[in-house]
């Protein structure tokens, strides 16, 4: 069931989006060569603990820790642990916060020191395919013309477009319908209407569409071992258009 959210329930969402965009600037000094994805993921357990919110991923369905962290050719879903980051490796870092019931989620990839150019048009170009997704929402739009806009923008920058794996709404749930694809007609899915939130975020590969599990049944990996990047924003729609409740600029 896709909800419309009270002014009461987007506080509580901007909140939680507040605390997860801050959880990103708390890991941000610490992305660098030689630390482990499991320290990463221990400053975000005590960041999101110290906010009175509670990591939303921590025992999701079994998911062993509080964030994601992908690594090269990781789409999603790359669980901590002793992995040490590399010059020249990216790394997509998945943050969830529940606050007083609700949720706030935003993926972002980053670069380890100096990387290649490749990595580095891979992770500005799908930066730029969220942008373009979400400069289409407002009210009264069907939701295939946001996933249209980032399927566009990828096949013109000649990147693969994950479609196993799709954003959502967002609320009271971590997953909460409508799913959000970052492929499809202009013509499909729901309209658009006021108070709604969804999770939009593109995850798109340097070589093949096509990825895979690994045993873990968790890491998903890109088919050819080409690196991955995913960046992620909650939304809200609004009256004219949309606000980022995951980002410096939150709702207001």
């Not at 993926?107 to 730029?128: C, F, M, P, R």
């Not at 939009?200 to 890491?219: A, F, Q």
Request: hydrophobic letters at 35%.
């Amino acid at each position: 069931m896709i909800t419309i959210k009270s002014d009461y329930e987007l506080s509580l969402m901007k909140e939680a989006g507040k605390i997860v965009y801050d959880t990103h600037q708390k890991l941000k000094p610490y992305i660098k060569e030689g630390v482990t994805t499991e320290e990463l993921d221990k400053i975000a357990y005590e960041y999101i603990i110290s906010r009175g919110a509670y990591p939303s991923c921590l025992n999701y369905e079994g998911f062993p820790k509080s964030i994601c962290t992908s690594v090269n050719e990781v789409v999603v879903h790359g669980i901590p642990g002793k992995q040490k980051l590399k010059n020249g490796d990216i790394i997509a870092i998945d943050i969830c916060a529940c606050y007083k019931g609700y949720h706030g989620d935003s993926a972002w990839s980053y670069a380890v020191g100096d990387i290649s150019k490749e990595k580095q048009y891979l992770l500005t170009h799908t930066e730029k395919a969220l942008y373009e997704g979400l400069s289409k929402i407002k009210p009264g739009v069907r939701l295939g013309v946001v996933s249209h806009a980032i399927e566009e923008y990828a096949n013109k920058h000649k990147l693969g477009v994950v479609r196993e794996l799709v954003g959502h709404g967002i609320g009271k749930e971590l997953h909460e319908d409508p799913e959000v694809p970052n492929y499809g007609r202009e013509d499909s899915g729901i309209i658009l209407k006021e108070g709604m939130t969804i999770a939009v975020e593109p995850m798109l590969n340097l070589g093949t569409r096509k990825v895979y599990l690994l045993d873990d049944d968790w890491t998903i990996v890109t088919g050819d071992n080409k690196p991955s990047a995913h960046f992620e924003h909650t939304v809200v729609v609004t009256s004219d258009g949309y606000k980022i409740l995951t980002g410096d600029d939150n709702y207001e």
